[in-house]
Every structure is written in structure tokens, then in C-alpha cells.
């Protein structure tokens, strides 16, 4: 069975869309371990409550400089040691609020992959293309949601793609777009866009646990 992890910092709806789609059986992969590095963090509630492995690795507080670098690195240490012991065939980062440096994407090389609640593009570049043809801000960083509604958009939308070292970079797997509504707040826009977020995560996961399952298949005999 495919295993995955997923890395959170926050509410774990996206972790609770996964979950439920393994409890129904539509997922084809498992969730094999959830990590914060908040201990309120209530994805970690939802996690044991579907007896799911949890852990809280927690980045201690270090003055600015060379301590910090080092506290940093031995934290990621001690994450990347824990992931590697469930040996997961996917890592999802799923409102994980720090950025992963490449000593940790290189333990883990092409099983990294990170939900953002903004349209980014294929490229990598400033701007994306809507289906209906309007040119808007590819929207980086961790404020996407509101940077939406300040640059007065009328669409903006979520993306599913693979971690490299450049931040809310990477090839993407999926996106959907949603409409920003009058009288739309940050909250309510960032409810209907993880309305999307839920779905797409379900079907990159699925989809990627077949092509794995499917690369695994000996090869067919001739019937001949
Ligand atoms: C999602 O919108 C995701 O795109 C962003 O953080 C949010 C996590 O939501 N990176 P939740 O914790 O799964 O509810």
C-alpha cells in the first residue's frame, strides 16, 4: 500500500479530506504518520482520533545567528529522521508553515509535494493565465490568501505541485481556480478555496499511488 506523510502546522482539514477518503476507500493509499511543528496544532487531534501515527517536532527558539542555523538544521534532523522511519512514498505539506531546505528534499528526492492555496504557474514565473484568458499575479509566500483580495482579483484558486528548492515553485500536479466574490473576506475566500484544496488533494494522491502501483507491475506475459 502507498504510505504517505503529511506535514502540517495548523487545522488539518486537508489531512481530515485524506483521511476520510482512505476510511471510504477511495484514496489507494494510506496515511501513515502525521508531524507539526505546533503542538496546538489541531490536525494532530485528527490524527489520533483515526489512529494515525503523530508526532510534534517542534523548532526550539534560538537567538539570531549561527545558533539558530545550527537549532535549525538539527531540528530538521530529527524531522527527517522520524518521516524516514515510516519510509513514506509521498510527504504532503499540508499547511506546513516552514520552508524545507534542500538537505532535507534531497533525502527525500521527488516525494515532496506542497498544496498552496494560489494559482501558480507552469514556468515559474510573475504572472498566470486563467482559463478564460485573464493575466494575473502568481501569488508566493504565506498570505496568498489576502494578497488576492488586495490586488483586487476576481479569480484566484489553489495548486498542487512538487517541492524543489525554490519556494511555491516546482512542477505542477494540479490546480483549480475559484472565484473571488463581492464582500468576499480572506476567511470566507480561504473556506472556498480549501473546499477545492480537499478535492485535489484526494485525486493528486490517488493518482500518483496508481502510477506507482502501476510503474510495480511485473511485466505482462504473452498469452500466446
Ligand atoms: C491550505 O489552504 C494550504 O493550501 C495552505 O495551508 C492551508 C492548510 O489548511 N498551505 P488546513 O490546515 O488543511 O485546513
Given at each position: 500500500m502507498y504510505q504517505i506523510a503529511v506535514l502540517l502546522s495548523g487545522s488539518g482539514s486537508n489531512l481530515q479530506a485524506l483521511l476520510d477518503a482512505e476510511r471510504a476507500g477511495t484514496?489507494?493509499?494510506?496515511?501513515a504518520l502525521v508531524v507539526s511543528d505546533r503542538a496546538d496544532a489541531y490536525g494532530l487531534q485528527r490524527a489520533l482520533t483515526h489512529q494515525v501515527a503523530a508526532a510534534f517536532v517542534p523548532l526550539p527558539p534560538a537567538p539570531p545567528g549561527p545558533a539558530r542555523a545550527a537549532a535549525r538544521s538539527a531540528w530538521e534532523q530529527r524531522l527527517a529522521g522520524i518521516v524516514e522511519l515510516f519510509s513514506p512514498d509521498l510527504i504532503v505539506l499540508a499547511g506546513f508553515m516552514r520552508i524545507l531546505s534542500p538537505a532535507f528534499l534531497q533525502r527525500f528526492p521527488e516525494r515532496v509535494i506542497n498544496q498552496h492555496p494560489a494559482l501558480l504557474p507552469d514556468d515559474g514565473g510573475a504572472s498566470y493565465t486563467t482559463s478564460s484568458g485573464l493575466v494575473i499575479p502568481a501569488l508566493r509566500g504565506a498570505h496568498v490568501v489576502r494578497d488576492a483580495l488586495a490586488h483586487g482579483l476576481t479569480v484566484t484558486g489553489c495548486t498542487i505541485h512538487r517541492v524543489t528548492p525554490r519556494v511555491d515553485d516546482g512542477p505542477v500536479l494540479a490546480r483549480a481556480e475559484v472565484p473571488i466574490l463581492p464582500g468576499d473576506t480572506a476567511d470566507t475566500l480561504h473556506e472556498r478555496i480549501k473546499r477545492e484544496e480537499h478535492q485535489l488533494i484526494v485525486e493528486v494522491v490517488r493518482s500518483l499511488a496508481l502510477t506507482q502501483q502501476e510503474t510495480a507491475l511485473p511485466p505482462r506475459q504473452d498469452q500466446s
Open positions: 484514496l489507494g493509499a494510506r496515511v
